[in-house]
C-alpha cells in the first residue's frame, strides 16, 4: 500500500510558476512510476506528466515544455514544476503511483495509487 500526499497548490497569476510535490510513503517508492493528473471543474481527469522508475518522462501535448516533472527516490517523493501558467491550468492536481514501474499509459485507470488532490488556481 502507498499513500501520497500532494502539496503546493496555491492561487498564481498567469505567466507565472508554482512547484508542486507529491511526498509518498513505502519503500517501494523507487520501483513506481509516478504521474500527475489534473481535474478542472465539470471536466474529466486528464494526464499531466509522467516519470518512470527509469527517470523516462512523457508529457501530455498542452503542458509540454512549461512543466517538468521529476523525482527524488532518495526522499520518495515526485515533483511539478509549472511554468508559464495558464488560466487553463487551473485545476486541482493529482499525484498517481503504477506498480508497473516502466509504465507510461497516460490513463487514469493504469495507476493503482492516488492522492488527495491539491488545487492551483491560476488567475488572468
Known amino acids: 500500500q502507498v499513500q501520497l500526499v500532494e502539496s503546493g497548490g496555491r492561487l498564481v497569476q498567469a505567466g507565472g510558476s508554482l512547484g508542486l510535490s507529491c511526498a509518498a510513503s513505502?519503500?517501494?517508492?523507487?520501483?513506481?512510476?509516478m504521474a500527475w493528473f489534473r481535474q478542472a471543474p465539470g471536466k474529466e481527469r486528464e494526464f499531466v506528466a509522467t516519470?518512470?522508475?527509469?527517470?523516462?518522462?512523457y508529457y501530455a501535448n498542452s503542458v509540454k515544455g512549461r512543466f517538468t516533472i521529476s523525482r527524488d527516490n532518495a526522499k520518495n517523493t515526485v515533483y511539478l514544476q509549472m511554468s508559464s501558467l495558464e488560466p487553463e491550468d487551473t485545476a486541482v492536481y493529482f499525484c498517481?503511483?503504477?506498480?508497473?514501474?516502466?509504465?507510461?499509459?497516460?490513463?487514469?485507470?493504469?495507476?493503482?495509487?492516488w492522492g488527495q488532490g491539491t488545487q492551483v488556481t491560476v488567475s488572468s
Open positions: 498517481a503511483a503504477s506498480r508497473q514501474g516502466s509504465s507510461t499509459i497516460p490513463l487514469a485507470p493504469s495507476y493503482d495509487y
Open positions: 516519470i518512470t522508475r527509469g527517470y523516462f518522462t
Open positions: 513505502g519503500r517501494a517508492f523507487g520501483s513506481y512510476a
